[in-house]
């Protein structure tokens, strides 16, 4: 809350600035912030500081028929109803006693009601939807806590769909989310800190981690990185991912971003640190491996060989998607020998009237490809996706019949964009998309020994990369054998004894082992 | 500390084991043949300079603790004469570092990319070496731990598919005329075995020194191990004309003929033994330069990586005027001035080193 | 078409430049640099327009030409 306070000093200063510029000599350089009795005084000041808001309304009564209220909210955050309950109806009908804050308090039907002394207290509780009484002659004002504003309902997320498992997804309401954590995780030892970020926005930021499992380290460290920011406002939780991570320059994402508050569970509890910001379903997921960015909550709510299978395929279509043009570019243009003969011979008749070398030819329609799909994305769901495929079909076959592309090429863009969709994060596929281009450039001038070049400068790349100190090819680069029985494989449940191991000093298990299930012994006869 | 990163003992392994062993199972079953014909499969075992070179390294570290072997000459023998003979181990390793570059880029333009330029290949490879020499040891140990299991991979996909077109007779007679011809093939790879002088600018920056000695003799043996089977099956499988290659394990990469459809498939062949090949040229790339840098006194080797790497890919235009010259080189002089260099002069210091600390602990007793 | 080369060569160190230079602290560093660098480029100009000249393989051959002689001899006796 201090850091609230701050933020709206700050606002209020700038506010304040703006006014002095407009009206050098009525503005007092330093009015006072503090309260008078004044009933006057009070709303003068806060009418000047809502000067030209028009959603902030003033609302002047009687309490018990003699003493004059002002009660100030803004339209549309408070829930208007519950205050004409709840504060308007016992203050104005049947308040008896004498007029002093502590008797309006005990009138007062509602659960949070807060004593406010200085107007950048009064800003903030506004802001947040909840109405501020102000009594002749007393010098506080009192916040009633009863905001109300409209939120989607909670549904599915739609990026990150799954067969079997909740269906819940974060919505854009801080409160809102931390409840959906809290219902996942109801141990006391599930932190949440709070602070704003942003000078205009005043962004509610929420950090939760599970104390006893997440490191110290990791949350002073996100703590810090969090305090840094200094901006005007934020509006999405990539602001922020933006401004804290490891490495600004790198196409590879180093916090995972996700709308699941399963998923956001599961990583808590394998000790990582989550920011959850106000006004975006997205969370901010730290530390994370390159790995983890390759995994579905899919994987984990099937069976663990329907997982490990479906891992497996996934990997194996996540190379494809890197390497896939590129391949076919190398081995059409250097390295004939490796297509079997037949194959060979078709190919070589489908290229023959194609006036391109091959490098320029897939050039050409990856570059369809992608503007398709991002052309694909701006038009409504249902036309969007058949306009992306029947385009891809119809362009692909036009291209064909006239001579531009051969139909191999048109089969190896269909694969690969097929493959790029199986990544199961939105970050990395489009890095994985872009990092496409410059390997197939490789290939066309170097073959094979191109394609490896470019793979090793991308390993250079990931190999250095760290993300809030944990090395990002963990566990595959400083190798660690016991985590890897979850990433070469999906490793059965009962085998899943250990946390992975991030960085520090860290609580090991996370079940008890040997929980191997099995038939009950002397379950043979009959 | 010029170099701050810190390796793991496992990951110094593997990296002694992939900065010995690609360009060995290329060049070496050929020249092998040559001297040892049959008795080609025993040669690897002779390791002598290897054992010499790492007694040599693991005893002068203990005696000068975390100081490699240029630095340790400055100990022993002297300011200007240590900074001299630091200078000529630096040299020589930029000129083996050449041959090593030429090697590989000989291989993959005679081999795959006919048309490309030499230097094309060899300066494409020096600068994605550079990007990740500059990154420190730690990325090129996390890089020798990661493509070690891609490498020894190929290598056994190589080998299992062809056992059954293997022909054991081409191993008989054992030992015909003694263990002279063994012993004679063994001479090259000495070359390759003094190599191993590389653990001695990377142990000290190991952080779990205990482990090191085990981990870089358990690299040894299966460097021994794998150039057994490499020398063996290309004996079994190609007989006498072994000799007639230049790159046997080629040949039997293009042996592999899955159900008759995937046939020459020698390319995937070159693009992991790639990998490899790069393992060792950044071992040996980094060790120049970390050797550099300390000799120099300078506070960072970051500034003289691509500096360095020019005058590598000069060094591997300027060995050898042609292959056939080269290859030669290689089984003759460069033997020598290996094991001059790496066994005969370790061990000379050492010698001298063992020598002075007997007579310092005479006299401070005395 | 050398001359060519050599600008090639000049190119390539003033990017080695432009990409180290402002980011080595330390005048010994940057000497270092700067030494290494002009080194490689003279050797690699000279290199263009003489590329015959004997390389350290063929010294080292002449040093070790006895030691070479006795092994050809060696061979010769294994391949007769």
């Known amino acids: 809350m201090g850091n609230g306070k701050k ?23 330093n009015p006072p912030t503090e309260l008078s009795a004044n009933l006057d005084e009070n709303v003068r000041m806060i009418q000047s500081i809502y000067e030209d808001c028009s959603d902030v309304i003033f609302h002047d009564f009687f309490i018990g028929g003699q003493t004059r209220a002002v009660l100030v909210y803004i339209e549309g955050l408070t829930h208007i109803e519950e205050v004409d309950r709840h504060v308007l109806a016992p203050l104005q009908q049947h308040f008896a006693l004498e007029p002093e804050l502590p008797n309006i308090r005990k009138a007062i039907a509602v659960s949070s009601i807060k004593e406010l002394k200085s107007t950048t207290d009064i800003v903030e509780q506004l802001s947040g939807g909840n109405p501020i009484l102000f009594v002749e002659g007393e010098k506080q004002g009192l916040s009633v806590g009863l905001p109300m504003w409209e939120k989607r309902a909670i549904e599915e997320p739609s ?6 498992g909740p269906r819940e997804g974060f919505i854009e309401s801080l409160r809102s989310n931390t409840a959906l954590l809290r219902r996942k995780i109801k141990s006391p030892n599930l932190k949440i800190k709070a602070m704003n970020i942003g000078v205009y926005s005043g962004t509610k930021i929420a950090v939760a981690y599970i104390e006893g499992i997440a490191a110290p380290a990791l949350v002073e460290e996100m703590m810090s990185r969090l305090r840094r920011i200094d901006i005007d406002g934020v509006l999405e939780s990539v602001y922020i991912e933006e401004l804290i991570e490891d490495n600004p320059t790198s196409p590879f994402p180093q916090l995972l971003s996700t709308e699941r508050p399963d998923v956001a569970s599961a990583y808590l509890l394998e000790g990582h640190v989550v920011v959850l910001v106000d006004g975006t379903p997205s969370v901010l997921v730290a530390p994370v491996t390159f790995i983890s960015l390759l995994q579905s909550p899919e994987d984990y709510y099937e069976r663990y060989v329907v997982g490990t299978a479906i891992r497996w395929l996934r990997y194996l279509f996540f190379g494809i998607s890197l390497l896939g043009p590129s391949f076919y570019v190398a081995v059409i243009t250097y390295h004939q020998e490796m297509i079997p003969t037949p194959l060979l011979l078709t190919m070589a008749k489908s290229r023959e009237q194609v006036p391109f070398p ?3 030819e897939a050039l050409l329609m990856e570059s369809m490809f992608e503007a398709l799909r991002e052309a694909g994305a701006r038009l409504p769901k249902q036309i969007g996706t058949a306009v992306s495929i029947v385009g891809a079909l119809v362009i692909g076959q036009a291209a064909i019949a006239a001579g531009i592309v051969s139909a191999p090429m048109v089969m190896v863009v269909a694969i690969t964009g097929i493959a790029s969709f ?4 939105f970050t990395v596929g489009i890095a994985i998309r872009l990092l496409r281009f410059p390997m197939m450039l490789l290939a066309g001038f170097l073959g094979f020994l191109g394609l490896i070049l470019g793979i090793i400068v991308i390993l250079n790349h990931l190999l250095s990369l760290r993300s ?5 090819m963990s566990p595959l680069a400083p190798f660690k054998s016991r985590d890897l029985r979850d990433v070469l494989a999906r490793a059965p449940r009962w085998m899943l004894n250990t946390r992975p191991h991030l960085t520090g000093k860290w609580n090991p298990y996370r079940q008890a082992p040997g929980q191997r299930p099995g038939p009950a012994k002397g379950d043979e006869g009959g | 500390m010029v170099e701050k990163g810190r390796i793991s003992a ?3 392994g593997r990296m002694i084991y992939l900065a010995i062993t690609p360009t060995a199972i290329l060049t070496t079953p050929a020249i092998t043949f040559k001297f040892a014909k049959q008795d080609m499969w025993i040669s690897p075992i002779w390791a002598f300079c290897g054992l010499i070179t790492l007694y040599a390294v693991f005893r002068l570290h203990a005696i000068y603790p975390g100081r490699n072997i240029v630095q340790a000459c400055e100990a022993v023998i002297g300011r200007l004469p240590g900074k001299l003979l630091g200078a000529l181990f630096l040299l020589y390793y930029l000129y083996l570092i050449g041959i090593i570059l030429r090697e590989y880029g000989e291989f993959v333009v005679g081999s795959f990319l006919f048309t490309t330029p030499l230097i094309v290949v060899s300066g494409s490879m020096v600068l994605v070496c550079a990007i990740a020499v500059r990154g420190g040891v730690e990325i090129v140990g996390r890089f020798a731990e990661l493509l070690l299991p891609a490498f020894v991979t190929l290598f056994l996909f190589i080998i299992i598919p062809i056992i059954p077109d293997l022909r054991v007779p081409n191993m008989f007679p054992i030992m015909a005329n003694g263990i002279t011809p063994s012993l004679a093939g063994a001479f090259v790879l000495q070359t390759w075995f003094s190599e191993l002088i590389s653990a001695s600018f990377l142990l000290p920056l190991v952080a779990d020194q205990k482990k090191a000695k085990t981990s870089v003799l358990i690299a040894l043996l299966m460097i021994v191990l794998t150039l057994v089977v490499a020398n063996l099956a290309t004996l079994m499988l190609l007989g006498d004309i072994t000799g007639g290659y230049t790159y046997p394990f080629l040949i039997l990469a293009r042996y592999i003929n899955l159900a008759e459809f995937f046939t020459h498939l020698e390319a995937i062949f070159m693009a992991i033994w790639v990998l490899g090949a790069f393992v060792k040229i950044c071992v040996f790339f980094y060790v120049t330069v970390l050797g550099a840098a300390q000799w120099m006194n300078l506070s960072d080797y970051r500034p003289i990586v691509f500096p360095i790497g020019l005058l590598v ?4 235009m300027w060995v050898a005027p042609d292959l056939q010259k080269l290859t030669f080189s290689i089984s003759t002089s460069v033997t020598f001035s290996a094991m001059t260099m790496f066994v005969i002069v370790p061990m000379l210091l050492l010698c001298l080193a063992w020598v002075q600390k007997r007579w310092r602990g005479t006299a401070a007793k005395g | 078409m050398k001359w060519t080369a050599v600008l090639g060569i000049a190119a390539l160190l003033a ?5 180290e230079w402002p980011k080595t602290k330390g005048k010994k560093e940057k000497t270092a640099f700067a030494a290494i660098a002009v080194l490689g480029g003279l050797l690699a100009s000279w290199l263009v327009f003489y590329p015959e000249t004997p390389g350290p393989t063929q010294c080292l051959d002449a040093l070790y030409k006895p030691l070479v002689k006795m092994i050809e001899n060696l061979t010769q006796e294994r391949s007769g």
């Open chain 1, 358 to 360: 091959a490098l320029v």
């Open chain 2, 10 to 12: 496992f990951q110094m």
């Open chain 3, 15 to 19: 990017l080695m430049a432009a990409y």
């Open chain 1, 468 to 472: 809030f100190g944990v090395p990002y």
């Open chain 1, 159 to 164: 990026a990150e769909s799954v067969l079997r």
């Open chain 1, 422 to 425: 199986m990544a199961p994060r």
């Open chain 1, 7 to 29: 933020l709206m000093k700050r606002l209020l200063r700038s506010v304040r600035q703006k006014s002095a510029n407009a009206d050098p000599q009525g503005q007092d350089p």
């Open chain 2, 313 to 316: 890919t000069l060094s591997s």
